[in-house]
């Protein structure tokens, strides 16, 4: 439920729950979704009681295999995978949460300007849009991490930067239907100002496949700085960051246990996201205009 | 429809215009200085050695004067010399590009292929365990970070089980067939020598699967949908009416009719896919354009990286430009704006 | 319509079909991978590579000495059995003047280039004079230079304005290679003083060789594969393969699937981890060999926010607090070994510096001595690379919890190694990580870079909080020990190491043994200091 209650689009929420029945909101594979997001969420939030060990101290012998001491094992320093999978959810998450609020607001914002306005405001947004777009994500991506130093923040700013345009077209597109509607139509007539009528009346209309979308959208967003961790341009050691172990686990390929419990974790956070932002796509009827 | 094509086609050099400047740009903004690895560290004490090696690169000049020269050299076809291999971008790409090329044309087959034949299976067995079998499956393959799914395979297919090769295009002892396309499947098979093609193909399967698994879940979602909307459709109800039989009908009109948005986004997909092969190409010693792209930006190669994302950025471009007459050539009833 | 249907049929028939064919394909190839058995005439090598240039005299990388070794012979040579001894190589005589200041050489007149020509001393003149004038990354190897000089039509004499002791070694170091001056010039080469823009040969350097070596270059296509071939007219014991490749294999578990399954004959960087799973296969030798590589931390109070380091006291409190003998066990996995000063075990001069040692009560008192009770917090910028077998990353991790236990707060940034060296360029970092491989073998390169002297390498620009730093001991000592020789000069060394062991700048951490892989019938693979692996002596048992 977390997903669908992010502050900027609370205002929202009651119109989205009256367009799916209850039933639509509750299908397993949603169940198991919210289940273990929430898993995910308390993981992330209590790891410092859940977890057995420091994540980033050496508390063993080196390349252990899993045991009842170490459940996941050991890596290349003699930490315990398990703890240190545990933490990494402290990361991923909430980076790739922060990146798609961020991205939507502001390609939500130029988009409904460039939709509502039209004329040159219009073709400046979305030209730069378009050519942003252009660049395969994880190229841009890469670029702008290397421009700015390793870390997780400036990944998550090169994932801004690649991620907004999709949010802008979508909005964009919105508005650009919404704008002939009659009650809009009735507002510019009684004179309402432009601002007013995009922001009351316009942006509310629009906002439910941008939150699928979103939804849809944040399990990318992990997976884009998970990859970005992985090329070395995301989390600085020792972050137990799931994508870095990752490549900590590549250089022992054979101590696969290093590597398997942070994809892993990542698959089923991935996973539930996916299955939350399928079953809102079909309980609320949006078709997906996905790049 | 022709001026639609025309106007979209107009505006490609413009676009590529704005590509080539942005890559310029980022690629000067970076805060750290090729210099440095371009003479080593050991040099940076050496003023002598230091200019030499900018006069040698045209890094003395201000970015002003770069980027023109830049510009200059583009209209001629010449994308500068690479820093790190020190050929010219434009072959090391060409060299490049159909590695890249093989590995995303199989995938997206793989994916196109696989994400049809889960949609039919998923439509018309809606809401029983093939249909949701196939759901999971296809939504899996988009939840997976595809550098860690090439980990997995590789140790068990590879380093355990030992059926497929490990990394890279052919085995070790193996030599490339003589360069026609640059497709190692195609030129083995133009030389007519099979064993080489089976290596070829072997090492494909593995990459090509993982890069495709990723698109199955986005087109066998758009094959299921539309398929669905397709059996409520009134001419369906006709046929039926006619007395055919469910799968004739299956096969013969709803299927057919299903797959025109599946056309729309191939195109997108095939831009998708060379993100996704950036990493793949990471993890199986892919020599392609990806793990070119990594390597310029690991060593502030300014040409390797404006040439690469030039070419990345017109593939897109064109992958685009084709989806959007392909869709208006399917779909006339598309509002063209 | 019936028609049309039988296409549809059709249609899903091809389906299966595909299916079928790909399932067979699959069969198929694990067939063709077993019956790929061939007489070894082809040698096939597994590394990770840092080529970036195949031009001789521009390179500068280990595999570039692998490389040039093979395809351009030297005027002397590192004897396989004592690397402190010389053996003649183009040269059949070498000999010094008695201030160091003049060598001669006497070429041998069997000497031939790859293409049947004599080598004649113009060529070795037009050679080095290259190398020193394209001003690349090994030209420092040449400075002083003053002149060279061919008397006659065997004999070359290269001249120095200041005694170089060191020269003799120099000579034999890869990057001294003598090229075919006719044929090089013919595709835009120069030695002119100008050349570092005038020569324009570096991209004919990617697909030709010219030299005098056993091997010459057939094909190198980068990140993938350098080819060489047997040189036929080669004036020496003609190499036993017909072709060595050295693959790109990156990684060192692929080096080893490799080599296990038979697909490569050596693998080179092996990692220490995997000696264990190696000893039970057969088919494979392994040796664990003393390196003369190591990697180190500098420590650089002049970098920006280097302050702390500045009291000689916080560094040698920094040096205590490091376990190193976890350190070799946990990187290395035990194969290696420590080391005391910048000049590496085995090499003159190394012999009897006191080898580091872990004390962590003895570095809290020597921080609290300097003012620092509590700890500091200090950052660090170094390349991600896996060095000789030990990932700075790891060791930069475990050095981090070294440092916390004596409360200084190491803040890791590991970076791609050319923006690595645009920081070491620019202002600096006050801790960093690296490692150092020799060029040739003789001691004078480590108080070249290391010891805090003019224009010496990076650490002395920021070895104080004054930033550029110079030790005059160390000046002295080193002009000293180049006009020497023998045991003299083995007591100069001596005393420069003890000196740069003293400035604490330099922390050696690990001299990791190499590790060497190679299927059991392949023979002389060997780890030479100036050169790495001679492929020319790589053999097959009978």
Known sequence: MTAISLPSLAGNARDLWKRGSASAWLRPP????????????????????????????????????????????????????????????????????????????????LGAVAGYFGGWVDAVIMRIADMTMAFPAILLAMAVAASLGPGLNNALIAIVIVWWPIYARLMRGQVLSIKQREHVESAVAIGASGPRILFRHIVPQSLTPILVNATMDLGQVILLVASLSFLGLGALPPTPEWGAMITDGAKNFYQPWIAAAPGFAMLTIVLAINFIGDGLRDALDVKATRR | MLRFILKRIAILPLLLLGIVTIAFVISRLLPANPIASLVGERNLNNPEIVAAAKARWGLDQDLFTQYLNYLGHLFQGDLGTSFSTKSSVTSDLLSRLPATMELTIVALLIGTLGGIALGVISASRKDRFADHLSRFFSLLGSSLPVFWTGLVFLFVFYAQLGVLPGPGRLSARIEPPANVTGFYTVDSLLAGNIPLFLDAVSHLILPAFILGWGLVGTISRLVRASMLDEMHADYVRTVRAKGLSDGFVMRHHVLRNSLTPVVTIVGFAFGALLTGAVLVEQIFSWNGIGSYAVGATRTLDYPAINGVTLVGGAIFLLASLATDIVYAVVDPRVRLA | MHTKQRSTRFKWRSLVAMAATATLLLTGCSVGAATTAVAKHDLVI?????????????????????????????LVIVSPEDSKTLQPGLASTFTANADNTQFTFGLDPAATFSDASPVEPKDVKWSLERLANIKGSASYLLAGMSSIDTPDAKTVVVNFAAPNSAFLAIVAASYLGIVNSDVASEHGASAAADASTADTAEDWFLSNSAGSGPYILDSYTANSAVKLTANPNYWRTKPTFDTVTLKEVTDSSSQLQQLQQGDVDIAMQISPDALDQLKNTPTVTTAAVDSFNYTYIALMPGAEGGAPLADVRVREAIKDAIDYDNIVKTLVAGYGKLQGSPIPNGFEGSEKVALPSYDVTKAKALLAEAGYPDGFTISSTYPKIVAYGVDLDLQMQAIQQNLASVGITLELTPVDFSQWADVIGGKGTPITAVYFAPDHTDSSQYVQYFGLIPNGGYVANFASLAGKTVNQAEVDGLTTALAQTGAERTASYQALAQLMADDVNILPIVNPQLIMAHASDITGVTYSPCCNVDLGALGLTK
């Open chain 3, 46 to 74: 597994a590394r990770a590579m840092d080529l970036t240039t195949l031009d001789p005299d521009r390179g500068y990388c280990d595999t570039c000495q692998i490389v040039f070794t093979a395809l351009y012979d030297r």
């Open chain 1, 30 to 109: 949603m169940i198991f979704g919210y289940v273990v997001l929430a898993f995910w969420i308390v993981a992330a939030v209590g790891v410092q009681w859940i977890a057995p060990y420091d994540p980033i101290k050496q508390v063993g012998e080196r390349l252990l295999a899993p045991s009842g001491t170490h459940w996941f094992g050991t890596d290349a320093l003699g930490r315990d995978v398990f703890s240190r999978t545990l933490y990494g959810a402290r990361y991923s998450l909430p980076i790739a949460a922060v990146a798609i609020v961020v991205s939507v607001t502001i390609g939500s914002v």
